[in-house]
């Protein structure tokens, strides 16, 4: 908490170092005059924004004096404590423009919100991206006019990033599954859910449709045979396993509902456990061998 608050710093009555920073920053510098002469508006606005755990900025008159929370002095990095006071323009030139269309929309009495936003920002001497929530509303003064935007700031670099490397990875393997020379397909989840399949194996089993469809859904024949429980025993920690030379009856291709047929195949079975969650993968690993189909009226 500040020592020797004043009657002028009573609002800032806040432990954080944002607190003190504000309390002795010469504020008749700035466009916002010196701190006894804030309205009420300013100092009430000012205080509920310390006490907040969320990163905060707050953005003053037409030139967007910055004054800002503890969270967002960790934020900004290299930026804090210069840009307190400064005005946001020049506090973050990389974002100008972004930050202009900002205070004309709040100034008029809009608010804004973006997801993912990507910006590149310089907090530690070398500009990089950044990924964040963003959400911006105006703040009224005594007589009903906006003179301020309040901005929270979630940062979720770490959580897109990682959702994009992840999402790399699928890609790559759904390349390896279509270019593999067998019959290949993932699912995962105890029921067994579909997640990739190659051509080949599309084929094999008659073009059903099967992903985002659990096995028993998608092809309750082979789950008739043993099949699932096969997967289940994997997928709780068998390990791998193979079978060679199992008959199966494979679904019929859709040109041919009333036709039955029965293949004979080889398959591998093993675990992948991404994370926390386990997952199966089924590979033929030979090309079945068909029997001449029968029709049944």
């Not at 070398?126 to 009903?144: I, K, Q, R, T």
């Not at 030379?245 to 039955?260: E, T, V």
């Amino acid at each position: 908490m500040m020592n020797n608050p004043t009657a002028e710093t009573a609002f800032l009555s806040h432990s954080g170092e944002m607190a003190r920073l504000i309390a002795t920053f010469d504020w008749a510098a700035t466009s916002l005059g010196p701190i006894g002469g804030w309205p009420q508006s300013l100092k009430t606005s000012i205080s509920l924004m310390l006490q907040s755990p969320v990163p905060i900025v707050s953005l003053w008159l037409d030139d967007g004096v910055m004054i800002y929370n503890d969270a967002y002095s960790e934020f900004a990095g290299r930026r804090h404590p210069g840009i307190l006071g400064s005005k946001v323009r020049e506090g973050w030139p990389e974002v100008a423009d972004f930050n202009d269309n900002v205070m004309k929309v709040c100034f008029a009495g809009g608010t804004l919100d973006y997801y993912d936003q990507e910006m590149i920002l310089d907090r530690s001497g070398v500009p990089d991206s950044a990924f964040m929530n963003l959400y911006y509303s105006p703040v009224y003064n005594e007589a009903g006019q906006a003179f301020g935007v309040m901005a929270i700031v979630v940062e979720n670099t770490a959580k897109v990033r990682a959702e994009r490397r992840l999402q790399g990875e699928r890609e790559r393997l759904g390349q390896m599954f279509e270019q593999a020379p067998g019959f290949m397909a993932m699912v995962s989840g105890p029921d067994h859910v579909f997640e990739m399949a190659n051509g080949a194996y599309m084929r094999l089993v008659g073009r059903r449709d099967l992903i985002g469809r659990s096995i028993r859904e998608a092809l309750p024949e082979v789950v008739e045979q043993g099949f699932a429980d096969i997967l289940d025993g994997v997928r709780t920690g068998g390990g791998p396993m193979s079978d060679k030379q199992r008959r199966y009856c494979l679904p019929a291709a859709p040109a041919f509902p009333r036709k039955s047929a029965s293949s004979i195949i080889s398959f591998s079975l093993s675990s992948m456990k991404p994370g926390a969650q386990p997952a199966s993968l089924s590979k033929v690993t030979t090309s079945p061998t068909r029997s001449a189909p029968s029709s049944r009226s």
